[in-house]
């Protein structure tokens, strides 16, 4: 909790009760010290917000007590005042973290205006600080929920996995909780403090990722009016999630790797050198051993992304977690929605159960939210999932399990446009009707994605 008090150190009467005489105007509280070593007493004692201080004072300078400030943790955003001939110093002491400076003679405006920007700047950090606590509690490992044994086992070796500096890829089929897992392996992380970024390599055009990942310098090409740092820079000290890593282009792979082993790059358009202290977590829904293998992919960057590879496994694998998650669902949508829903009727669970999820915890989310939106009664019925799911028979046969209507009597070429049309049509609901994805998923052109649409009449559905 922030106590908006500010410490004045200066061994000139007449200039410390100017100070602070304006600053209680502003309406801060306000302690004083004459020189170093009282400083130290007093901020250890009253443990201020922000200190002003001044460079040269008798028994103990403003640089020396700065430095014992960082030494005894004193935590306060310190603004030194100086000399003009002493600017040297105090440039020095921001690079160890002062927060600024301020020549002498000074503008009250002057001193006002870096008071209050030094004490948003701590009102930022707490709250930053507060919701990185939030967070870290929010995705511990002990909050997760799940029945399957196969989970357990990947929770347990991700656990291990996020306290370690390994690049991790994570892979898995669209939809099954990958990005779940990368703020589990972050806020479990000695890194949880730090910023977690995440950046899809599938949304943006190869010239525009790699600016975006890596930054540009000013006129580095068309509309580059300033200089902009990119992802990597963004998230020293924390954590870069690269999302759909196999859409990433080779040109921008190879820039990649070298951010792996040398934790270094330029930015477009630029000849400086930018270090970075960053973790990568990667994800794909893709094969890459088998885009390696076609030459889409770097081998190279392959084995140095995968150092640790966790597999999620799709929802039809873990069927002992599709209750549990669908009554998590229903209790946050229900919550969201302001209605009064306990649970679901025998029968519509055992469809939720029965069914196959193409689209996996993605899919199952929509479908418990689109229920509590149609369903009028405290408990969810057959009648109130999507007909797709409704009409999933539970029979024994695994063909009707799948959905799939019965094929006794039909010609082969019949029952493969039967099987085309449901996956085109799945795919694309998982998607929510992005064409672009879906034809991506299904690996073919967008062209051909919209013919088949056309053919099979799915623009009406």
């Known amino acids: 909790m922030l106590n908006n008090k500010i410490l004045v150190v200066d061994d000139e009467d007449s200039v410390r009760a100017l100070l602070c005489l304006v600053l209680r105007r502003e309406g801060y509280e306000v302690v004083e010290a004459s020189d170093g070593l009282m400083a130290l007493e007093v901020a250890k004692r009253e443990a201020p917000e922000v200190v002003i201080m001044d460079v040269r004072m008798p028994r103990l300078d403003g640089l020396a007590a700065f430095r014992t400030f960082r030494q005894e943790q004193v935590s306060a955003a310190v603004i030194l005042m100086t000399a003009f001939a002493e600017v040297n110093s105090a440039v020095e002491a921001m690079k160890l973290g002062a927060f600024?400076?301020?020549?002498?003679?000074?503008?009250?405006?002057?001193?006002?205006?870096?008071?209050?920007?030094?004490?948003?700047?701590?009102?930022?950090?707490?709250?930053?600080?507060?919701?990185?606590?939030?967070?870290?509690?929010?995705?511990?490992?002990?909050?997760v929920l799940t029945n399957s044994p196969k989970m357990k086992r990947i929770?347990?070796?991700?656990?291990?996995?996020?306290?370690?500096?390994?690049?991790?890829?994570?892979?898995g089929e669209s939809g099954t909780g990958k990005e779940v897992m990368v703020n589990l392996i972050h806020y479990n992380s000695a890194r949880a403090g730090g910023p977690l970024i995440k950046v899809n390599c599938s949304a943006l055009p190869e010239t525009l990722l790699e600016s975006e990942l890596f930054g540009h310098e000013k006129g580095a090409f068309t509309n580059a009016a300033s200089r902009r740092l990119g992802r990597f820079e963004l998230a020293d000290k924390g954590t870069i999630f690269l999302d759909e890593i196999g859409e990433m282009p080779l040109s921008v792979q190879v820039k990649l790797l070298r951010v792996l082993q040398e934790h270094e790059?330029?930015?477009?358009?630029?000849?400086?050198?930018?270090?970075?202290?960053?973790?990568?977590?990667?994800?794909?829904?893709?094969?890459?051993?088998?885009?390696?293998?076609?030459?889409?992919?770097?081998?190279?960057?392959?084995?140095?992304?995968?150092?640790?590879?966790?597999?999620?496994?799709?929802?039809?694998?873990?069927?002992?977690?599709i209750a549990l998650l669908a009554r998590l669902f229903l209790q946050k949508y229900a919550h969201e929605m302001g209605r009064e829903v306990d649970d679901f009727d025998s029968e519509a669970l055992a469809l939720l159960e029965a069914y196959r999820w193409p689209g996996n915890i993605r899919e199952l989310s929509n479908v418990v939210e689109r229920a509590v939106v149609m369903?009028?009664?405290r408990i969810i019925f057959a009648e109130d999932l999507p007909p797709h799911i409704a009409n999933v028979t539970k029979a024994n046969d695994p063909d009707e399990q799948d959905g799939t209507a019965c094929w006794e009597g039909k010609k082969l070429r019949d029952i493969l446009k039967e099987t085309e049309r449901t996956a085109i049509a799945r795919v694309l609901r998982c998607n929510g009707g992005n064409r672009m994805k879906t034809a991506r998923d299904l690996e073919m052109s967008r062209r051909a994605l919209q013919y088949k649409i056309e053919e099979y009449g799915l623009d009406e559905e």
């Open 100 to 143: 600024d400076y301020v020549i002498k003679p000074f503008n009250l405006d002057e001193i006002k205006l870096l008071i209050n920007r030094a004490v948003t700047s701590r009102q930022l950090a707490a709250e930053a600080k507060l919701l990185r606590q939030e967070l870290s509690s929010a995705y511990g490992f002990d909050k």
């Open 155 to 171: 929770y347990e070796a991700a656990a291990r996995v996020a306290m370690t500096p390994a690049t991790v890829l994570i892979t």
């Open 265 to 321: 790059f330029e930015r477009v358009g630029g000849s400086q050198t930018v270090k970075t202290d960053i973790r990568i977590v990667a994800a794909t829904n893709r094969s890459l051993p088998d885009m390696v293998a076609k030459g889409a992919f770097r081998e190279d960057l392959y084995y140095r992304l995968a150092v640790v590879n966790i597999h999620m496994p799709s929802l039809r694998e873990r069927r002992e977690d």
């Open 375 to 377: 369903g009028s009664g």
